[in-house]
């Protein structure tokens, strides 16, 4: 019995010597997702002698070699370094006529025709694996926004793709940390029905033909302290999805003019701003300190803040008819009048005031204050950014 057997076997192999074999590989192109694995099929239906049997993987448009299984293990020394591990052969299965390629971490340029090739000393054959489409969907644009209540911001995502815009199934604008669904593109409308009642009226896509291009980014109108949050971009085509989120961060002056009422009181409960006055000739007057008022309104408020406002912080205060009738002193991170020197602790020295007094202003870039006439009259100071 054992006879018959090696004697059939041995009949298979001549009749595979004399006829040769046949290589096969898939019934067409393959498709794979960007970054995804894609296995490339190589064949024989009939186990080959393992002696002097070879399997060569190579790049039919640039000739790279990917993978060689040669004397009975795989070479990798010998193959393109783009393909360094990431290009696996699987040599057990080799005595079961099964020479597929396993390639990883699919990139773009991987796309392109294959061929395997199987080497026995008596005959050779080989057959083609063509990569037709790399799919892919990657979508970008994080980033943070910095937004005062009021403004207009865009909430920037772009999705990159290869597929026809009209087959990108779904893009949404969500915001993530309350999960409100804020925009919503579904086959090829945008359904402003299933915007979130917050954002009703405040928020649109860019044109069409900006989205045919992959512009997905959203215009946020009317900025309030609630917008503030993560906000996530999703796209979907298929089993591809891809995501980018955005921040906004609000600046609310409201929280300046808090800090602008607290920044005066300190400034009045602490600094004594009037000192004794100084006579025209330089004397010292050791009387009549003038009585003084501090208010403030404006929307101007914390150190945070000055650089930035476009308002206006103002002071007044009362000057005693006894104080000095005229002088002029440099205003610059406090005002000096005839009857002593007012302090603004946050004022630096590359700001400006304008100080009038009776309709009389004295404007930049003197940066000077003038006391004139009766002083019973309120003079008035304001800082300007």
Same mark, same amino acid.
């Given at each position: ?61 640039s000739g790279s070699l ?86 207009? &911001? $865009? #909430? ?9 815009? =009209?087959?990108?199934?779904? @893009?949404?604008?969500? *915001? ?80 300046a003019v808090q800090s ?6 300190? &400034? $009045? #409960? ?9 006579? =025209?000739?330089?004397?010292? @007057?050791?009387?009549? *300190? ?15 803040d000055l650089a930035a ?77």
């Amino acid at each position: 019995m054992e006879a018959a057997v090696l004697l059939w076997f041995h009949l298979l192999l001549l009749v595979i010597f004399c006829n040769g074999f046949h290589v096969q590989g898939p019934s067409g192109s393959l498709t794979v997702q960007l970054g995804d694995s894609v296995m490339l099929p190589c064949f024989v239906e009939t186990p080959l002698p393992m002696e002097d049997l070879e399997v060569e993987w190579k790049r039919i448009d640039s000739g790279s070699l990917v993978h060689l299984w040669q004397n009975g293990e795989s070479r990798p020394e010998s193959q393109n370094q783009r393909y360094h591990e990431r290009a696996h052969f699987f040599s057990e299965k080799v005595a079961h006529g099964n020479f597929s390629l396993l390639l990883t971490n699919v990139t773009q340029e991987d796309a392109g025709v294959y061929k395997c090739v199987i080497h026995t000393n008596q005959h050779s054959d080989e057959t083609l694996i063509e990569i037709m489409e790399i799919e892919r969907l990657i979508v970008s644009g994080g980033h943070v926004i910095s937004a005062h209540a009021g403004e207009e &911001i $865009t #909430l920037n995502c772009s999705v990159d793709s290869h597929i026809p815009s =009209e087959k990108i199934e779904e @893009v949404s604008w969500k *915001k993530q940390d309350e999960d409100l669904l804020v925009l919503l593109y579904q086959e090829g409308e945008i359904l402003t029905e299933s915007t979130h009642d917050r954002f009703k009226d405040r928020v649109e896509f860019f044109s069409a033909e900006d989205r045919n291009k992959g512009n997905f980014s959203m215009r946020l109108k009317d900025v309030r302290i609630e917008d503030k949050g993560l906000y996530i971009c999703s796209a979907f085509s298929g089993d591809l999805s891809d995501n980018t989120t955005v921040e906004v961060q609000q600046l609310d002056g409201h929280l300046a003019v808090q800090s602008a009422l607290v920044l005066c009181l300190n &400034i $009045t #409960l602490s600094i004594g701003f009037i000192l004794w006055g100084v006579t =025209e000739e330089a004397a010292v @007057v050791t009387h009549n *300190k003038a009585k003084q008022t501090w208010q403030t309104d404006t929307k101007l408020s914390s150190e945070a803040d000055l650089a930035a406002a476009n308002d206006k912080l103002y002071c007044k205060f009362n000057l005693p008819t006894s104080a000095p009738r005229q002088r002029q002193t440099p205003a610059r991170n406090g005002m000096m009048t005839s009857n002593g020197l007012l302090t603004l602790g946050l004022i630096k020295s590359s700001h400006f005031m304008t100080c009038s007094h009776q309709g009389v202003t004295t404007q930049p870039p003197s940066r000077t204050c003038s006391c004139q006439g009766a002083t019973v009259h309120p003079l008035t100071c304001s800082h300007t950014v």
